[in-house]
């Protein structure tokens, strides 16, 4: 006596594999954006803290000295004449320290009135540029 067992396989579908992974795509396309920008604000905030150990070294080598401190030099000149114990070239990955100037780092840091951009190495190498102001008229 043979009984034959009528098991239902349980499986997906073609239509249901295609629609989930259009769900898929469709959230990975949303959420690709999102992340590129969250991406790039870490990135300016890594440079955004080595300007600043760049300046709180200034600003230290400066309150130490009597001569007041050129802002005008590259970083790398400010490093090797002044600020080797508190700051080193391994210490700024993120920024171009033969092309910065301290002064540079300045503006770097001050969001409200500069902006930068990075390079495709995320590296800062150039000088901030000035936010344009605007120009509201009082009605």
Do not use: W
């Not at 870490?42 to 009597?66: C, D, H, L, M």
């Amino acid at each position: 006596m043979t009984t034959k067992h009528n098991k239902k396989k349980s499986a997906f579908t073609l239509i249901e594999l295609i629609v989930v992974i259009a769900i898929i795509a469709i959230l990975a396309a949303a959420l690709t954006p999102s992340f590129t920008g969250y991406i790039k604000e870490s990135r300016k905030v890594a440079v955004i803290n080595q300007a600043k150990n760049v300046v709180t070294a200034y600003e230290s080598v400066n309150a130490k000295t009597t001569s007041n401190i050129s802002k005008d030099q590259s970083v790398s000149s400010f490093i090797s004449s002044y600020g080797g114990d508190l700051i080193t070239a391994k210490d700024l990955k993120n920024i171009d320290i033969s092309n910065i100037t301290v002064d540079d780092c300045f503006k770097a840091i001050d969001s409200d009135k500069y902006t930068f951009k990075l390079s495709d190495d995320n590296m800062l190498v150039s000088s901030p540029t000035e936010l344009p102001t605007s120009t509201s008229s009082a009605e």
